[in-house]
């Protein structure tokens, strides 16, 4: 490998003049109004505040995501920051929402901001299916111990009634084909599901739907390693595991949505991890990535997207092939080569799921966290989603390492930023400098233009 002083390559970053916030903005209030087709108000429908400023994505900083239950008048308070908290510090305009209840069809809505004394935002619920199930073992015997309900419309966690250990009921199923799963989550890790029904809601013809004996059984256990290749010990190793259960619906398909399960494990020093129950049919994507590697990356992108296999037997066992990562190391300087600390570079590496969209490289997400939120009713204790940071400021002599970052075919960018309101003027991404090969990192420096004093 060549010395570092040698693989210093300059790069001109020409940046705008917004001022950076990655602080905390001021909290303000917004009332909602949640009333039926008649203007009656509801109480208990779940009010969910989950994007802000729908068109400012990355990077971005905003405050935890809280519902909040709407009152016997019907109003719900949720909260939402002054100033979104992006580097291009832009006030926040508007809210998204989601509105659940279990007696009435979700309900999504943009809310504009407001100031605290404005008349509550209005939204309307109607009523949807009712649906019914009641839940079974092998033997044809009612399940001793609660099941969850996944859907391919989720919804709140609160939307699902439980009127014995073994039954479970909404009236709030919106018309048109869902596919649904219940899922009994264990202590011991050993889950056990149903088959997927796909199902088709029809609010006119059939307003109450009953299925009856669904039979709960254990999953498969997916083992696994990662390739030889792989040095070890292994060190902080995952693997998130994807999974589409037969059948498996369009991705982002209004008319027949995927259901799609999810899970994670950590990789043993030896390479080798284990998912003891995971859904017994259809397809699972696994990601696995730790020190210096990553998995496979889509052949016509830069996605890392792994390996996908079929589910079939009671035991999957698989090994996973891996590609090696880089560390960048990199300095900041000014138009007059002198080092600029404080400066904070980002880069947004991502993986592609199965049925499942985008998502930042190495996101862990248990989904059976939050079917147990939906068991204990729980609306304020949002499961943890791992999202890992791949940033670094730079130091007095201008110099941050951001480790661990996939090889991209063809380029890599960087956003870079400021926490100092007028150090530097912010412009969008700016490409880095890729290793060769037979290199495991590269340095080089990312020239920005200082803010005239």
């Known amino acids: 490998m060549r010395p570092l002083s040698t693989l210093f390559l300059p790069l001109v970053v020409s940046v705008s003049s917004f001022a950076v916030c990655y602080g905390q903005s001021e909290i303000l209030p917004r009332e909602i109004r949640i009333v039926d087709q008649e203007g009656k108000p509801i109480q208990d429908a779940v009010v969910d505040p989950w994007l802000i400023n729908e068109k400012f994505i990355w990077p971005s900083k905003q405050v935890p995501r809280m519902p909040s239950k709407s009152m016997s008048n019907g109003i719900a308070k949720i909260q939402y920051p002054k100033v979104a908290n992006l580097s ?12 659940y209840h279990a007696d009435y069809c979700d309900a999504k809505a943009v809310v504009p901001a407001g100031e605290a004394n404005e008349k509550p935002y209005e939204i309307k619920l109607s009523p949807g299916v009712a649906l019914a199930l009641d839940a079974v073992d092998e033997d044809g015997e009612p399940v001793s111990k609660p099941f969850a309900v996944l859907t391919t419309r989720m919804g709140a966690l609160t939307r699902w009634n439980r009127p014995t250990l073994n039954e479970a009921n909404c009236r709030s199923m919106k018309p048109g084909n869902q596919q649904i799963m219940l899922v009994q989550p264990s202590e011991d890790g ?21 299925l009856e004996e669904i039979e709960l059984r254990p999953g498969i256990a997916v083992r696994g390693k990662l390739a030889e290749s792989v040095i070890r010990p292994v060190i902080k190793g995952s693997v998130i595991a994807i999974q589409a259960p037969s059948p498996a619906g369009k991705t982002w398909d209004e008319d027949m949505p995927s259901l799609v399960f999810t899970s994670f494990a950590d990789i ?15 397809s699972i994507q696994l990601i696995a990535i730790c020190d210096g590697w990553v998995g496979l990356q889509e052949e016509k992108s830069s996605y890392i997207v792994g390996e996908t296999f079929d589910v079939a037997d009671e035991v999957l066992q698989v090994v996973l092939g891996m590609n090696r990562t880089f560390d960048a190391n990199i300095r900041i300087i000014d138009k007059n080569g002198q080092p600029v600390a404080g400066i904070n570079a980002a880069c947004s590496p991502n993986q592609l799921h199965l049925k499942g969209g985008v998502a930042r490289l190495g996101q862990k997400f248990d989904l059976i966290a939050v079917l147990r939120g939906q068991i204990r009713n729980e609306i304020n204790q949002a499961p943890t989603i791992h999202v890992p940071v791949f940033e670094g400021t730079s130091n007095l002599d201008g110099r941050l390492a951001i480790r661990n970052l996939p090889r991209h075919r063809e380029s890599t960018f960087f956003k870079v930023t400021s926490e100092a309101t007028s150090k530097i003027k912010v412009d969008e991404m700016v490409k880095g400098i890729l290793p060769r090969d037979d290199e495991n990192e590269v340095a080089f420096d990312l020239v920005v233009e200082l803010q005239p004093n």
């Open 88 to 99: 291009e510090h832009l006030p926040v305009e508007s809210i998204k929402i989601t509105v």
């Open 190 to 210: 050993l889950h056990r599901f149903s088959d997927v029904l796909s199902c088709r809601f029809d609010l006119e013809n059939q307003p109450e739907v009953k």
């Open 268 to 282: 043993h020093a030896d390479g080798s991890f284990e998912f003891a129950s995971m859904p017994n049919s259809g």
